[in-house]
C-alpha cells in the first residue's frame, strides 16, 4: 500500500487533497457508519477516556437509525447548516421520526419518540446540540 502510495504522489497525486475531496463528499449517513465502526472497535473514548460502554453504544445506534439517518442521513457533511440542525431537533420533538414497531421477540416492540428532545427544549439547552 505505501508503494502504491508513494507511486500516486509521484505521478502528481496530493494525498492530501484527496482526503479532503473524500470528506467534502461524505454523507452524514457516512459519518455515523464511520463513528459506529470506530465506537465498536474500542477508539471513540467516553467517560474517564475509557472505551464508550456497550449500553451506550447501544442507545448510539439506536438513535443514529431511527433519527439522524432517516432525516440527514443524505446530506453533505460540509453542506450541514446550523438551521438544518434545528430543523432536525424540531423534527424529532414534533414526532416526525416516532413510530412504533415489533422487535421480534415474544412480547417486545420498540417505541421511539422525540421526548428527550423536549425536555432539553423546556430546559433551554439548544445550544448544546
Partial sequence: MALEKLGSIVGGSDPLDDRNQIRKTQTVKQLCEHYLDMANRGLILGKGN?????????????????????????????DLAKA???????DVASGKTARVHKTGRNRGK???KGEEVRHHE???CWEEY
Avoid at 437509525?65 to 440527514?72: A, E, G, T
Avoid at 438544518?84 to 424540531?90: E, L, R
Fill in 50 to 78: 475509557r472505551p464508550k460502554k456497550p449500553s451506550t453504544l447501544y442507545t448510539d445506534r439506536g438513535r443514529i437509525k431511527q433519527h439522524i439517518i432517516p432525516l440527514l442521513g443524505s446530506k453533505s457533511v460540509t
Fill in 122 to 124: 423546556r430546559q433551554g
Fill in 84 to 90: 438544518d440542525i434545528y430543523k432536525f431537533i424540531q
Fill in 110 to 112: 420498540s417505541i421511539v
